[in-house]
């Protein structure tokens, strides 16, 4: 519910559910290829749009950097090789990739 009404979608009446659905199919389809890229951008940092450049989402950079905060919000989780600063001087995240 709270990812639908993030994307203006009410989630709580059937073409509602439905959009819901749709759009998160698109987003998981993003993540999977996230994953997949990510071990050839390992030893690189940078903002969210030039790693999203480098990996070939620059047409989804929002959804590729939530996907990057998520990664790096939760450092315990296995395979995972996102951690992020915050450079005030920027006023951005700065990702860094690792092994």
Do not use: M
């Not at 993540?31 to 050839?40: C, D, W």
């Not at 990664?71 to 990739?97: H, M, Q």
């Amino acid at each position: 519910a709270f990812y639908a009404e993030l994307i203006n979608i009410n989630a709580f009446h059937q073409p509602g559910v439905e959009a819901y659905k749709n759009e998160s199919k698109v987003i998981i389809s993003l993540l999977r290829q996230v994953i997949g890229k990510l071990p050839s951008l390992t030893q690189r940092q940078g903002s969210a749009a030039q790693l999203a450049e480098a990996a070939g989402f620059s047409e989804k950079l929002e959804d590729f950097e939530g996907i990057l905060a998520k990664f790096a919000s939760n450092p315990g989780r296995p395979g995972n090789t996102v951690s992020r600063t915050w450079c005030s001087d920027k006023n951005e995240w700065i990702y860094r990739l690792s092994k």
